[in-house]
T-cell receptor, first 115, second 109 residues
Framework: NAGVTQTPKFQVLKTGQSMTLQCAQD?????MYWYRQDPGMGLRLIYY???????DKGEVPNGYNVSRLNKREFSLRLESAAPSQTSVYFC??????????????FGPGTRLTVT | DQQVKQNSPSLSVQEGRISILNCDYT??????FLWYKKYPAEGPTFLIS?????DKNEDGRFTVFLNKSAKHLSLHIVPSQPGDSAVYFC????????FGQGTRLTINP
């Protein structure tokens, strides 16, 4: 099992450019998440998807869109990148079965720089 | 508002001694608490969790304590080893998690 995979690992964008960050998991998990990590801020939730076909906003959704393409894949899109979106982006997934909570499994991250 | 706070940005401990990392939260609706460990250039990895109905959970060298009345969570690592040097994040919530800012732990030989 590869777990949670993310592409690309690194990306440099110019202000105003767009891009999509890809995430896939092979653990048959129901829920998937996108976080950003900034120095001194911990991980902040951008969007999440509780199941295939559903998405909801997290703490910092402005400037982002997401697509839950199928149970395995959850993509994050920046339509018009801004320097404030320079960050490390992590995707995570969890089984989220009824009746309990489970830990989230994280991908290796995408380091994005917007100039 | 910061619902989960780790007030110590860094902690230095001698190898073999106990490391204690602390975390405070404000949301009394949180059902589930976790600790994650993060090495540079890697994703966070799950360490240990505790349900809000418990006050202690142990897993090998790692123990998490939960004090609901104080809204306080702590992670004890005994004995500390050089490989424990990393950034540690606490998190609380349920289906959605809120993370603290992290504490960088350095274990000195």
């Amino acid at each position: 099992n590869a777990g949670v995979t993310q592409t690309p690992k690194f990306q440099v964008l110019k202000t105003g450019q767009s891009m999509t960050l890809q995430c896939a998991q092979d653990m048959n998990h129901n829920s998937m998440y996108w976080y950003r990590q900034d120095p001194g801020m911990g991980l902040r939730l951008i969007y999440y998807s509780a199941s295939e076909g559903t998405t909801d906003k997290g703490e910092v959704p402005n400037g982002y869109n997401v697509s839950r393409l199928n149970k395995r894949e959850f993509s994050l899109r920046l339509e018009s990148a801004a320097p404030s979106q320079t960050s490390v982006y992590f995707c995570a997934s969890t089984p989220d079965l009824a009746g309990g909570y489970y830990e989230q499994y994280f991908g290796p991250g995408t380091r994005l720089t917007v100039t | 508002d910061q619902q989960v706070k780790q007030n110590s940005p860094s902690l230095s401990v001698q190898e073999g001694r106990i490391s204690i990392l602390n975390c405070d939260y404000t949301n009394s609706m949180f059902d589930y608490f976790l600790w994650y460990k993060k090495y540079p250039a890697e994703g966070p990895t799950f360490l240990i969790s505790i349900s809000s109905i418990k006050d202690k959970n142990e897993d090998g060298r790692f123990t998490v304590f939960l004090n609901k009345s104080a809204k306080h969570l702590s992670l004890h690592i005994v004995p500390s080893q050089p490989g424990d040097s990393a950034v540690y994040f606490c998190a609380g919530g349920g289906q959605k998690l809120v993370f603290g800012q992290g504490t960088r732990l350095t274990i000195n030989p």
